[in-house]
């Protein structure tokens, strides 16, 4: 069982029925024991960084998810919360990626926020198995998570490269959304079930 967990951080949903089209059982919570029991866990989220951080302090789950053993995965701010800090508010976050989180500068040919889709390149994880490098992914957010030792994507946004996956032993970040990402996102759900 697949736990989703619920921290009014938005596209909940949407990861709900990716994961159904993929025919796994999934349980939204923000229950300790049943996130604890679950095989996966996936960390949503759309919004502000600052505001879902709040949130997951309020609900108790900041260490009991650095403390997990078993597959993690952040979306999107999800991904941005598992890194040391976020521009966003500004934030600390749980620092589980050694990335820090920037905003991207307006500049001509490249609006703010980033969105639409873009090809992901340098793949370097069982996450992007039999994914070949300039995929076309689904990307929506204003900012992103600096290039580190745990980068496993790379994308372009005007002149800047950023992380566009993250992994740090068993914890795995996309600021895409795999769950809008068409074959590629439904490839990459499908290697994350099967780790």
Request: proline share 5%.
């Given at each position: ?31 300790p024991a049943r996130i ?40 999107c701010v999800g991904m ?77 946004h005007g002149g800047q ?35």
């Amino acid at each position: 069982m697949i736990a989703i967990i619920d921290y009014d951080a938005g596209n909940i949903r949407s990861v709900g029925n990716a994961l159904q089209r993929l025919g796994a059982e999934y349980e939204l919570t923000a229950d300790p024991a049943r996130i604890l029991a679950a095989d996966k866990v996936i960390l949503p989220g759309v919004g502000n960084a600052a505001r879902a951080m709040e949130n997951l302090r309020e609900r108790g789950l900041c260490e009991l998810i650095t403390g997990l053993r078993r597959p993690v995965l952040g979306i999107c701010v999800g991904m941005q919360l598992m890194c040391r800090d976020s521009e966003e508010g500004p934030t600390q976050g749980l620092g589980l990626f050694d990335a820090r989180v920037r905003r991207f500068i307006d500049t001509p040919g490249a609006k703010v926020p980033h969105m639409g889709w873009n090809a992901i390149g340098n793949l370097d994880s069982k996450l992007f198995k039999d994914l070949p490098g300039g995929s076309f992914v689904y990307f929506v957010h204003s900012y992103y998570p600096t290039l580190c030792p745990d980068t496993i994507a790379t994308c372009r946004h005007g002149g800047q490269t950023f992380s566009a996956a993250l992994k740090y032993e068993n914890f795995y970040g996309t600021q895409f959304h795999p769950e809008k990402s068409g074959s590629a996102g439904a490839a990459i759900l499908r290697n994350f079930l099967a780790l």
